[in-house]
């Protein structure tokens, strides 16, 4: 943005000619934006704007206003704010501040521009401010007065559709009169999607529909997509434009601001490609940090490559997305991709799977197909070794499995390092080796998910999903689940100190217990073996519990509030263990009296899942303590090039290696820092994306649940009523016993919130994932992949989950 001189700031009254993007910090966003559709040539009603100046002398220059008004011919004029932090990029502060119509005389003109610079500090734009974080200090109102312009037909024009994020669609919002009533919902409006073609199409189900009012005139959409097509362009993005048409047939353009709504585009490759959002595997869908970005996609490529399947993972608001393209569009990938996406992602991402394969735009052509990265016999060898040794005796398989994980501890702990070059070094180096630990590591992994799922197959028409998931309960040997365990023991010897911990806030008490000025409750012991790990952990640029022990004392907090001797987590724990093997010996007799082969290979399969099952965590658990060593020497290397030595995170490694080399580089970390924040306030994560930026869900029929019903999949059974909390951070969530987690997504940082929780729902994931899965340990119902639950349910509001039917019901 543009500098103004000083001359310019001490303007109290300026032509809205003379306005521009360099002006926002004088004229506003409003007036920014008419300036600049102005300079190109669109055709704005002439007006003028009373600047910030003016605001912050605190006094209506009415001579200079009296002036303009009378050079604009008198008459009545539209007034409206023009904030300095509206209509940009991040935030539209649509329908906030004040707008006053049809006013006449000066004495009223002076009036509605006080009534627009109060509307700065209203109900409706502090909370708007305090919903986006932006400090209220630093706005400013500015206020535009222009000529009236008396429309026949008036709305709003989106340049990109809003509904589903398509770019190469324009939506508009049409009714007779004024363009503000159809903005305000004062009338009703034709909602039509512009193609370019000759004719709109209509509109998206659900909204307004059949056309109503006055008939478009000939040619009106054409005109008012040409238009739309030079304003996205001299802007650089999509925009919202408001508009009328008067009686001589002439298009006034009265508004154009950025759409601030839109999941960003995926790459531009030249065709129409699908990406599926990966994140959500590791229980993330918030944006991943430069650094991490890098470090991830190494991973979730190298996890997919060893399915024999090669997917290019590409960053898209900073969230991690798999380009499925080539596997949609080839014949034996078709096939294996919706049970990829039920078993590892969910049924939302399945549904949205089953559609794009029925796009005729996706239909297979193996000309356009690259061969995957098909395993290797010897691969296939190993795993085939390693899976039925794991299976064969358990044990001795975690054994080495726990001596894997011990090793790779000890091997992630850095040299002795002196240089920044020489930290480089190390991290560049450190993802390499390891591969007989990967072994031991792996195979009785897949041995207990194996062991987990076959069981419902091979028992179909004797025993339930729940009776499996009954069987699987309480089962030992989970990291994350010790981990919790192990902070509820905490908590529970801490009750001495139990008035300290309830009553000051968690960021307080992290602070001081870093200072070393809290009484010793062994939480250095809890850190030395699980400080490595924190909500969205995956991402080495997330700072991790033994650097800000936050969401552990919230944690604690959240334990230390369940008194009742019956509802401790660790009773639970072994309740459900026991119930479990009573369920396996019911179910044994049963099923190999029904089935007598497949029923022994059933139960076979069910117990050896008992010993194995609860390893499926330990892989992660393992590799964070590498991500941990790599997050040590990237911030040793941020504190000798920048002043907050995190800032580092929000480069790439060869960038990095630039700073080092003398490139300055603190502007671009500022650049990555905001986007970084505005991406971390989306509250919704497109499942799947096509390169023209539709939103693929957004496009299926709309669901057909009924008032106060919401359905996902129940993923652990149980009904428990109860009122609900919807967390957005597990950093310092207050969750009191017998309150039902409602939640985007979760992770293993989550976990120690389900230990107070009465049930968990979330809007993503799927059963194997680890958020159920912890929540069939605990034996608390989970309903999983509710769309947009965390928007239609508010904290305090009494719900009932039922994890049978994968229903969540709203109280009446």
């Known amino acids: 943005m543009q500098s103004y001189c000083k001359e310019e700031a001490q303007v109290s009254v300026l032509p809205l000619s003379e306005a521009h993007a360099g002006l926002v910090p004088l004229v506003g966003g409003k007036a920014a934006g008419l300036g600049e559709l102005i300079r190109a040539g669109e055709r704005v009603p002439d007006g003028f704007c009373v600047t910030t100046e003016a605001y912050r002398a605190g006094v209506v220059p009415q001579d200079e206003v009296r002036a303009a008004y009378a050079r604009l011919g008198g008459g009545p004029v539209a007034v409206r704010s023009s904030a300095t932090d509206e209509d940009l990029p991040d935030a539209s502060f649509a329908g906030q501040h004040d707008t006053v119509l049809d006013v006449e005389g000066e004495a009223d003109l002076v009036a509605a521009i006080d009534t627009c610079w109060r509307s700065l500090h209203g109900d409706r734009a502090v909370a708007y401010r305090k919903a986006h974080g932006t400090d209220p200090a630093d706005a400013r109102m500015a206020v535009v007065v222009q000529r009236m312009v008396t429309p026949v037909r008036a709305g709003v024009l989106y340049t990109a559709n809003p509904v589903t994020g398509n770019r190469t669609e324009m939506l508009v ?149 798999g380009d499925l393209t080539d596997l949609v569009r080839r014949p034996a990938g078709r096939r294996r991709l919706v049970r990829l996406m039920a078993v590892d992602f969910g049924p939302r991402a399945q549904a949205v799977m089953e559609h794009v394969l029925r796009d005729p735009r996706f239909a297979p ?133 139990r008035e300290l911990l309830l009553d000051t806030p968690p960021a307080e008490l992290a602070a001081r217990y870093l200072r070393g000025g809290l009484p010793e409750i062994d939480l250095s012991a809890f850190l030395s073996r699980y400080g490595h790990r924190a909500a969205a952990e995956a991402d080495v640029g997330v700072p991790r519990w033994a650097e800000d022990p936050t969401p552990v004392f919230a944690a604690i907090a959240n334990y230390l ?57 330990s892989g992660k658990f393992a590799g964070l303590y590498r991500l941990q060593a790599v997050r040590e020497q990237l911030l040793l290397i941020g504190a000798t090039l920048f002043p907050v030595a995190d800032d580092v995170m929000f480069l790439t490694l060869d960038e990095v290696e630039a700073a080092l080399d003398g490139a300055d580089l603190t502007g671009l970390v500022a650049r990555r820092r905001a986007t970084h924040r505005r991406e971390l306030r989306r509250r919704v994560v497109p499942v799947a994306i096509l390169s023209d930026g539709t939103d693929v869900e957004s496009t299926l029929p709309a669901s057909d649940d009924g008032e106060g019903l919401l359905r996902g999949v129940g993923a652990a059974t149980g009904r428990v009523t109860g009122p609900a909390r919807v967390i957005t951070d597990p950093a310092t969530a207050h969750l009191e016993p017998g309150e039902i987690l409602v939640t985007a997504t979760t992770d293993p940082g989550w976990t120690p919130l389900f230990l107070t929780a009465a049930a968990l729902v979330t809007e993503t994931g799927a059963i194997m994932a680890h958020g159920p899965t912890v929540a069939r340990e605990y034996g608390i119902p989970a309903v999983i992949s509710v769309p947009g639950v965390t928007s239609r349910i508010v904290t305090g509001q009494v719900v009932t989950v039922d994890g049978a039917a994968g229903t969540v019901t709203t109280g009446r």
């Open 173 to 321: 919002d049409v009714g007779t009169g004024l363009g503000t009533r159809v903005v305000d919902g004062h009338t009703d409006a034709d909602h039509l999607v512009l193609t370019g073609a000759a004719h709109p199409e209509d509109g998206p189900a659900g909204a307004a529909g059949a056309r109503r009012g006055a008939a478009p005139g000939p040619g009106w959409h054409d005109d008012l997509w040409t238009a739309g097509r030079r304003i996205q362009a001299h802007f650089g993005g999509p925009q919202d434009v408001e508009w009328a048409i008067d009686h001589d047939g002439k298009l006034w353009l009265l508004q154009s601001r950025p759409v601030t709504t839109l999941f960003p585009l995926p790459p531009q490759t030249g065709d129409l490609r699908v990406y599926v959002e990966f994140g959500n595997v590791q229980g993330m869908l918030r944006p991943v940090t430069p650094m991490g970005m890098a470090t991830l996609s190494r991973m979730i490529a190298a996890m997919v490559a060893s399915l024999g399947l090669r997917v290019e993972i590409v960053d898209i608001g900073g969230r991690l997305y």
């Open 365 to 497: 052509s193996g000309g356009r197909s690259r061969r995957p990265a098909d395993a290797s016999l010897g691969t296939a060898v190993r795993a085939l070794r390693g899976i039925v040794r794991a299976l064969a005796r358990p044990d001795a398989a975690r054994h080495r499995l726990v001596a894997a994980v011990d090793r790779l501890r000890a091997e992630s702990t850095a040299p002795e390092l002196h240089t920044p070059h020489e930290r480089l070094r190390f991290v560049r180096d450190h993802g390499e080796g390891g591969h007989g630990t990967a072994d031991d590591l792996t195979w009785p992994i897949v041995a207990g998910m194996l062991a987990s799922a076959l069981p419902a197959q091979l028992l179909k028409g004797v025993a339930t999903e729940d009776e499996i998931h009954a069987v699987l309960r309480g089962v030992p040997h989970n990291v994350t689940i010790e981990m919790d365990l192990a902070l509820w023991a905490l908590a529970s010897a801490a009750r001495p100190h």
């Open 561 to 617: 509030r369940l008194t009742d001797p019956a509802l401790a987590p660790d009773r639970r724990f072994a309740e459900a263990a026991e119930a479990a093997g009573a369920a396996l010996d019911s179910l044994a007799a049963r099923a190999v009296r029904q089935r007598p082969v497949r029923g022994r290979i059933a139960v076979f399969l069910l117990r050896r899942a008992r010993r194995l099952a609860g390893l499926r965590e």
